[in-house]
């Protein structure tokens, strides 16, 4: 079993729709959960980080965290074109060096 | 603020031959990175530098990759010999301490042919 689990997509949505990203994960370790966004041939940037369980909101984005489910997500509202990336979840504990990532969902937004 | 700069972008080799790419982080960034990203995949880290002594590098394949990062800035990544399965983009990192807020570079594309 992978550490991080996280749907490939292809995800296609029009422009304006809600859009639910998300991850799972085995490890109860983690505590320190990210959310990077990555544009064809260019380096990840964070967008979200949230420690341990919760809410998170910056914006249009929002990243909840369920440690119970173990369980991430980040929500965009009234996506825009612009928002066409990959979006890749990562995440690590306390103390050790490692970040594990996902696979990376593909996002489109349609206008 | 200047981000982390990266060289080459791109690089396209035959196999079995050597190949260094090199990285430049952000000012007084402590912690340096340098994850392989497969097509498809999400990053995997191969080493971690603190300033200029290793703290992870428990998944570099050492027969073949090596890194250093001279005076605790910059730093190189080296393969030697490549190996078809060596295709990837090479990512650098840096934080300025542990592995939270870490910022990439825009990655080398290495083609092993």
């Known amino acids: 079993q992978k550490e991080v689990e996280q749907d490939p997509g292809p995800l296609s949505v029009p422009e304006g729709a809600i859009v639910s990203l998300n991850c799972t994960y085995s490890?109860?370790?983690?505590?320190?959960f990210m959310w990077y966004r990555q544009y064809s041939r260019k380096g990840p940037e964070l967008l979200m980080y949230t420690y341990s369980s919760g809410n998170k909101e910056d914006g249009r984005f929002t990243a909840q965290v369920d440690k119970s489910s173990k369980y991430i997500s980040l929500f965009i509202r009234d996506s825009q074109p612009s928002d066409s990336a990959t979006y890749l979840c990562?995440?690590?504990?306390?103390?050790?060096?490692?970040?594990?990532f996902g696979t990376g969902t593909r996002l489109t937004v349609i206008p | 603020e200047a981000g982390v700069a990266q060289s080459p972008r791109y690089k396209i080799i035959e196999k079995r031959q050597s190949v260094a790419f090199w990285c430049n982080p952000i000012?007084?960034?402590?912690?340096l990175y340098w994850y392989q990203q497969i097509l498809g995949q999400g990053p995997k880290l191969l080493i971690q530098?603190?300033?200029?002594?290793?703290?992870?590098d428990s998944q570099l394949p050492k027969d073949r990759f090596s890194a250093e990062r001279l005076k605790g800035v910059d730093s190189t990544l080296k393969i030697q010999p490549a190996k078809l399965e060596d295709s990837a983009v090479y990512l650098c990192a840096s934080s300025p301490g542990g592995h939270r807020e870490q910022f990439f570079g825009p990655g080398t594309r290495l083609t092993v042919l």
């Open positions: 490890n109860s370790a983690f505590q320190y």
């Open positions: 530098f603190q300033n200029n002594g290793v703290v992870d």
């Open positions: 990562a995440m690590g504990q306390t103390g050790a060096n490692n970040l594990f």
């Open positions: 000012s007084g960034h402590a912690t």
